[in-house]
């Protein structure tokens, strides 16, 4: 089982500032196959980031992936009053299970 | 609109049943792979079971493995997943969320349904 840790577990930043969240996996993802959730309270996760870098659909250019292998990133450009939530990773390119990290937890300083 | 809709979730005993269902709409259903994931409240993610498009190729976590049992029935667009000796830890929201091909992200997710298991 593939295991993810995130980095910082949260963030306390202002709105106009940038968010760096890490993501670091136990082996290497295959076909780079990570993918970045936010999730709000009481609301199901959304999908914002796959394949490490590509958007999804609908998804605000403020928001960008990278990394390979084991170490990856989410940035936020600029953090929007809608953007305070909690974040996760998840690798779904390898046999089952298809782990997720804990979350990073990004909230207004 | 691409919707998905869990229900069934309730309050059952130790070593009870439920099984939880997901309804689909506004897209082609029987075209994709679907997931169960749960979360304790405050808590993260965790994969419970996954379900090919036409329901013949079925993985499961092993903390749910010979417990659960996921299904589907194409024509109904509907996604089920059967959760019998249930434990107190499973109590979790559960949600629904498709993807399109084995190897994809999960895309759409339902709002989740609450299973409580206590005495």
């Known amino acids: 089982e593939i295991v993810l840790t995130q980095s910082p577990g949260t963030l306390s930043l202002s709105p106009g500032e940038r968010a760096t969240l890490s993501c670091r996996t136990s082996q290497s993802v295959s076909g780079n196959y990570l993918a970045w959730y936010q999730q709000k309270p009481g609301q199901a996760p959304r999908l914002l980031i796959y394949g490490a870098s590509s958007r999804a659909t609908g998804i605000p250019d403020r928001f960008s992936g990278s990394g390979s292998g084991t170490d990856f990133t989410l940035t936020i450009s600029r953090l929007e009053p809608e953007d305070f939530a909690v974040y996760f990773c998840?690798?779904?390119?390898?046999?089952?299970?298809?782990?997720f990290g804990p979350g990073t937890k990004v909230d207004i300083k | 609109e691409v919707r998905l809709v869990e229900s069934g979730g309730d309050l059952v005993q130790p070593g009870g049943s439920l099984r939880l269902s997901c309804a689909a709409s506004?897209?082609?259903?029987?075209?994709?792979?679907m997931h169960w994931v749960r979360q304790v409240p405050g808590k993260g993610l965790v994969w419970v079971s996954r379900l090919n498009s036409d329901g013949t190729i079925t993985n499961y976590a092993d903390s749910v493995k010979g417990r659960f049992t996921i299904s589907r029935d194409n024509a109904k667009n509907t996604l089920y997943l059967q959760m019998n000796s249930l434990r107190a830890e499973d109590t979790a929201v559960y949600y629904c969320?498709?993807?399109?091909?084995?190897?994809?992200?999960?895309?759409?997710w339902g709002q989740g349904t609450m299973v409580t298991v206590s005495s």
């Open positions: 506004g897209f082609i259903f029987s075209g994709y792979w």
């Open positions: 969320a498709r993807v399109w091909r084995a190897n994809d992200p999960f895309d759409i």
């Open positions: 998840q690798q779904y390119g390898s046999s089952p299970p298809f782990t």
